[in-house]
């Protein structure tokens, strides 16, 4: 299974910015895809994930802030990010776990994206 990240980038405190991250591969079912994030000197945390069912949890951190969604259809997840602030600053890595064809379990991760908020 291969993801594809796009969308971080710079932006000011307060200011918006919109991760997408998109899976292709022999997918059979995509059961729970997730955003994690690592700042530098810190461990890679959950920020946000969302099951086949639409079920969602998010860190206390961002709860209020961002909002997880996908599109089954396109194996696609978004990661609407708002009043972003210093401390969201890190790489956000997309992660999807479900099964392919042959009925083999697959946990994949992308190659991350940079997100920056200046103060």
């Known amino acids: 299974v291969q993801l594809v990240e796009s969308g971080g980038g710079l932006v000011q405190a307060g200011g918006s910015l919109r991760l997408s991250c998109a899976a292709s591969?022999?997918?059979?079912?995509?059961?729970?895809m997730g955003w994690y994030r690592q700042a530098p000197g810190k461990q890679r945390e959950l920020v946000a994930a969302?099951?086949?069912?639409?079920?969602?949890n998010y860190a206390d951190s961002v709860k209020g802030r961002f909002l997880i969604s996908r599109v089954n259809a396109k194996n696609t997840m978004y990661l609407q990010m708002n009043s972003l602030n210093p401390e969201d600053t890190a790489v956000y890595y997309c992660?999807?776990?479900?099964?392919?064809?042959?009925?083999?379990?697959?946990?994949?991760w992308g190659q991350g994206t940079q997100v920056t908020v200046s103060s």
């Open positions: 969302i099951t086949s069912g639409n079920s969602t």
């Open positions: 591969g022999n997918i059979l079912t995509i059961n729970v």
């Open positions: 992660n999807v776990k479900g099964w392919i064809e042959g009925w083999s379990k697959y946990d994949s």
